[in-house]
């Protein structure tokens, strides 16, 4: 089967650093990406990672982990614009042809 | 501009009155999908299409058809709605092949459509 696993809510203060973690168990594995979601709005790529380490973007990090099946986003100098769900995908297949798997998101608000 | 559109963005019906709801994307992708989303559940997918006349049922396909007749349109059918498929729904498309980088990967997402159906 296929289990994604990321908390449901988080609150994190402006200008702050926060991290979204991800779990996965899937019956392959070819590559993770994390989406953001504004509310009423179709979520938006923010990171891919297929091989382990610290991917970087701006503001944006993403880690992963496939021995532990684990994957974070990291954002730094949260915005208030940064409140949003992050949903965290998984590609099980290696053909780039299979769809991806999403987890239930997490909702991230950011207060002053 | 590189975009999926979904066409009616918001729509109220009643129970067994048949709709569609389009989709078209203009990056000549081959791979669509539908989507839907309710609370609590995340997203989850109806229908996908690996190319022209190539669909496969995703993880909640009942209640649904769907058609592939040309690359750029995908559009999602409800024969005969019912009040459980009040939902929003989202079209996404991505380049097909071997798995690469970002640019083989990246789904991109329509705005999405809001359906109750009463």
């Known amino acids: 089967g296929q289990n994604i696993d990321q908390p449901t809510e988080m609150t994190a203060t402006e200008g702050a650093i926060v991290q979204i973690n991800c779990t996965y168990q899937t019956s392959g594995f070819n590559g993770l990406f994390w989406y953001q979601q504004h509310a009423g709005e179709a979520p938006t790529f923010l990171s891919y990672n297929v091989l382990d380490g610290l991917e970087e973007k701006g503001r944006f990090s993403s880690f992963l982990s496939r021995s532990k099946g684990y994957s974070y986003l990291l954002l730094k100098e949260l915005q208030m614009k940064d409140s949003a769900s992050y949903l965290c995908a998984v590609r099980e297949d290696g053909s780039g042809n299979t769809p991806l798997v999403f987890g239930k998101g997490t909702r991230l608000s950011v207060i002053a | 501009e590189a975009q999926v559109t979904q066409n009616p963005r918001y729509l109220i019906t009643v129970t067994g009155k048949k709709l569609t709801v389009t989709c078209s994307q203009n990056?000549?992708?081959?791979?669509m999908s539908w989507y839907r989303q309710d609370p609590g559940l995340g997203l989850r997918q109806i229908y996908y299409?690996?190319?022209?006349?190539?669909?496969d049922k995703g993880d909640v396909p009942e209640g649904y058809k769907v058609s592939r007749k040309e690359k750029r349109n995908f559009p999602l059918i409800l024969e005969s709605p019912s009040p459980n498929q009040t939902s929003l729904y989202f079209c996404?498309?991505?380049?097909?092949?071997?798995?690469?980088?970002?640019?083989?990967?990246?789904?991109?997402f329509g705005p999405g459509t809001r359906l109750t159906v009463l």
């Open positions: 299409s690996m190319n022209v006349e190539v669909t």
């Open positions: 996404a498309s991505s380049l097909s092949g071997l798995a690469g980088g970002p640019g083989y990967n990246e789904q991109f």
């Open positions: 990056m000549n992708h081959e791979y």
